[in-house]
């Protein structure tokens, strides 16, 4: 069969030069039906593997990226030339369904954004839109929603460390931190019925008050944890092939990290000692004491001692609050938002009609927009908001702190290898339910 | 690899910043910047206005750029940190569209919402702050995906949440109904009717090794874009 010579004519992205400063190309053969293979290469030639590239499609059904992510690569040999990350796989309109709903109905949407920290997503969300109307917690409630907030962090951390563990091919951590990310789960059903998509806030409060003895399976949590911690601890910090595969990988400098737009956690292992709860405070978080974990290379060695940290810094303040927890309302007094109570609104027919607004209409906010800022397990997470007056928001925003995160993937992946694009894509802690929305 | 401590250009004296107590809804203490961009921008700067403790300043959409350079470089705003880009659709169709920027002084702890208000019977552009910020890599392209505003001078101009070939429009417009534009047998039936390979871009094609294998109509649209290009 007669074979004809011709160069793949199709452009290379960025030509890599050969030895010689020129680009070459291999010389394909294509036989008569247009098929080309490298075994029909004329004798005595031999392929030109220099300047091929490979493609390689990561996702997005892959365990590896921590949900639909899809990561396309341009390889040389092992090494990453190119990263283009595609999203969208999961996208499902919260913002636009936000548009139709009572500003209520929109809570259970902020759960299924991250469902490792819906219950902060849920008071994230509360926190917006009581600036919106105006409203000022109750003490009760605003320490309540610190527990809240901090717990989510926890088990946040604790599914980053046990997945990212995983990836790297340790997997005793993930049972640990599941475990104890077990016993949070349990605290959540008891206190408000559901374990992964609370709802657990409402406009002016919480959805319910803390049932008999939650406290005391708190304090259970608290003593295990730092436990866990320490053992996991014991078996990453200084293991060799943990330090080898974290130690100047995905390396974020403090300016470029800023520029990014980078938060939480990947903002700080860069350097830069930002922290909403500090910088711009909220729930009262400027009265408890606290540090903020700071990290020096920003590699993925250093995201992983600051979310240790973290964990570690959240125990601290549970236990603050918890000492400082005080009985009262845990809703505020505020007909625009509160229900009436069950036993009036079935018996008089003021609060029934109250009840029937309420729930029918929906509370309306003065016109006006807000953007309330929550330091998330994952970064800067705020709701923007704008009211027209009406009982659904013109624009539910939200900002998405792994979004913004995982836009420098690209940038931290490059010139890495293949294999170390896993431990880069861990290290974001990407939730692909908050990326997509 | 020093530390960078969040209000550092503030006195020394300045007390750590609290939880806000009784943010009144209209009024209060201005953002100082919004004074120092009128000094520097004059007439470019339209108003502001301060809604539960947060300053908006309204400003020429054409001049965005420029505007978050100087308050970027400037030593005395240091606005280091894009938080946000996002845009706005009013339900009173009259309404113009808003775009917002949402920007964070890391060292003066300062927070800044502009806007700028952008006619929907003309051309929606606006220029990118990408060069600026890199974080609005991605924002902007969501601004795009969701509402078709362009962004002139970004770098990578593409859909992202919805794919490349989309072609209902841009699903956070007021205009775009919320069920989506076809019934749900009506998209059942265009998805199964669907090239499965139309989602993938050219230019991760263009890059395959395969090419030879794509199917004939492709490979002609590759090479004519090679022609283009």
Known sequence: MATTTRTLDVPLSTPMPGPNGTVRRAPLTADASGMVSPIDL?????????????????????????????????????????????????HCGFEKLGEYRQYNQIIPWTDREVYLNSMGNNIAYALGAERLFGIEITPRCTVLRVIA????????????????????????????????????????????????????????????????????????????????????????????????????????????????GLSGPMLR???????????????????????????????????????????????????QALARLPDGPINVDDPRVILPAKSKSTSEMESMIHHF??????????IGECYVPTESPKGEKGYYMVSDGTSKPVRWRIRPPAFVNLSAISKMAEGHLLSDVIVINASIDIVMGEIDR | MTVVLPGAALPRATPDPVTPRGIPHRGGDVNPSVDALRSRFGTVIDRHEVTWGETCVWIDAATIREVVLWLRDDPAQQYDYLVDVTAVEHRDLELPLEMVWHLRSLPFRRFLRIKATLDKDAVLEVPSIEPVYKAANWLEREVFDMFGINFAGHSDMRRIL????????????????????????????????????????????????AFHELPADMRARLLAEKGKG
């Not at chain 1, 830069?272 to 974990?293: G, Q, S």
């Not at chain 1, 590699?299 to 125990?315: F, G, I, K």
């Not at chain 1, 607004?357 to 003065?366: A, F, H, N, Q, S």
């Not at chain 2, 490349?164 to 749900?184: I, N, Q, V």
Request: hydrophobic share 40%; aromatic share 10%; glycine share 8%.
């Open chain 1, 357 to 366: 607004k309420l729930v029918m209409e929906g509370p309306r906010p003065p």
């Open chain 2, 162 to 209: 919805m794919w490349d070939a989309y072609s209902e429009g841009h699903p956070l417009r007021k205009d775009f109904p919320l069920r989506g534009r076809f019934s749900r047998s009506e998209q059942l039936t265009q998805a199964l009717g669907a090239n499965p390979e139309a989602p993938y871009a050219m230019e991760e094609l263009s890059v395959a090794a």
């Open chain 1, 269 to 319: 292992a860069s350097g830069v000692a930002y922290d909403v709860r500090k910088d711009f405070p909220y729930l009262d978080y400027e009265t408890y004491d606290f540090d903020i974990a700071v990290g020096t290379k920003g590699d993925v060695y250093d995201r992983y001692l600051v979310r240790m940290e973290e964990m570690r810094q959240s125990v601290r303040i549970i236990e």
């Open chain 1, 149 to 260: 907030m901090e717990l989510s962090r926890i088990i946040s951390h604790l599914v980053w460390l046990g997945a990212t563990a995983v990836d790297i091919g340790a997997l005793t951590p993930f049972f640990w931190t599941f475990q104890e990310r077990e016993t949070v789960y349990n605290l959540w059903e008891s206190w408000v019925g559901a374990r992964l998509t609370t709802s657990a806030s409402r406009i002016g409060g919480m959805a319910a008050d803390l049932p008999p003895g939650w406290v005391e399976g708190l304090k259970g949590f608290l003593r295990s944890l730092p436990k866990t911690l320490d053992e996991t601890d014991r078996m990453l910090t200084r293991n060799g092939i943990w330090v080898g595969r974290t130690v100047g990988l995905g390396v974020m400098s403090a300016s470029e990290a800023t520029n990014y």
């Open chain 1, 42 to 90: 004329p004798p005595g030639t031999e392929p030109d593997m220099e300047s091929e590239r490979m493609l390689i499609n990561i996702g997005p059904q892959h365990p590896a990226t921590h949900g639909v992510l899809r990561l396309l690569l341009e390889l040389d040999g092992e090494t990453v030339i190119r990263c283009v990350p595609y999203i969208g796989y999961l």
